[in-house]
């Protein structure tokens, strides 16, 4: 947390700017102000603030679950992990108590990752690719097609909840969306990948699509202290329904560990795969 629908969300807010806080698009970096040295992967202090004084940020976007914002000659990635976020706030505030990175830019606001648990990180680098190589394709990409996910579920021999939420395998999900996927698709998070036939391959594309995309519509789930302004929380089919019914037939949503996650599964909907 937050996933792809959440990352989505906070790029286009940053991107757009919304009530009283301005877009970031256009706007120079003054000057930056690192308060945990962990967080800066990449390059070493002196080296990142001299280097990201004076870009322009030129665009913003995302990648997986990490946000890109594209400056004149770098791109600066944050992945938030379990507690970041990014707050637009004017300079003439004092620091909360869990900033861990201040860019200060030339309107009077600055951009704060704020971070709890200290575990989000950020990377400043002239290609995303030196930290975005590993990653599995979009989900949302067009190109990626039915017929790609198929022959890619039959080279892996792994339970697809693990598998799902494999950045390497797709990069995005995350629990919350890798359950509402298989719902919705009908398929046990411990089915096989090779046991998918082509249909069922293309149904979980389907699905996995359209959860995502009623995500963003919706900004996200809130079901936390950390993320703040979605409401999709309010529209689970099985993700944190434990003992209420399903949507589709009515029976109690059970909750089970697969892959060391917890996981959320109708088991009439979802029937365990058989043996063999």
């Not at 290609?127 to 990653?135: A, F, K, M, T």
């Not at 339970?159 to 995350?174: N, V």
């Not at 003992?243 to 060391?260: D, K, S």
């Amino acid at each position: 947390m937050p996933e792809l629908p959440e990352v989505e969300t906070i790029a286009r807010r940053l991107r757009q700017g919304e009530e009283r806080i301005p877009s970031l698009v256009g706007k120079t970096i003054r000057g930056a102000d690192l308060m945990w040295e962990r967080t800066l992967v990449t390059p070493v202090r002196d080296e990142f603030e001299r280097r990201i004084q004076g870009q322009v940020i030129e665009e913003l976007g995302r990648r997986g679950k990490f946000l890109l914002i594209y400056l004149t000659q770098d791109v600066l990635l944050i992945h938030l992990r379990m507690s970041g976020d990014l707050l637009v706030e004017p300079q003439t505030e004092p620091y909360a108590t869990h900033h861990r990175l201040v860019i200060n830019l030339d309107n009077g606001f600055r951009l704060a990752f704020n971070d709890t648990r200290k575990f989000g990180r950020a990377w400043l680098v002239p290609d995303p690719e030196e930290v975005l190589r590993g990653l599995g394709p979009e989900p949302l990409d067009e190109t990626f097609t039915p017929m790609d996910l198929y022959l890619d579920l039959q080279a892996r021999r792994r339970q697809l909840k693990p598998l799902l939420i494999d950045q390497s395998f797709l990069a995005g999900l995350g629990n919350i969306y890798a359950d509402e996927a298989l719902h919705l698709a009908r398929l046990h998070p411990c089915t096989p990948s090779p046991k998918l036939n082509a249909a069922q391959a293309e149904k979980l594309l389907q699905s996995i699509r359209q959860v995502l995309q009623e995500g963003i519509r919706r900004n996200g789930a809130s079901i936390d202290w950390v993320y703040r302004g979605g409401d999709f929380q309010n529209y689970f089919r099985v993700y944190q329904q434990t003992g209420q019914p399903c949507t589709t037939c009515g029976t109690p949503i059970e909750r089970i560990i697969v892959g060391q996650r917890g996981t959320h599964f109708c088991p009439s909907c979802q029937p365990a795969p058989t043996q063999g």
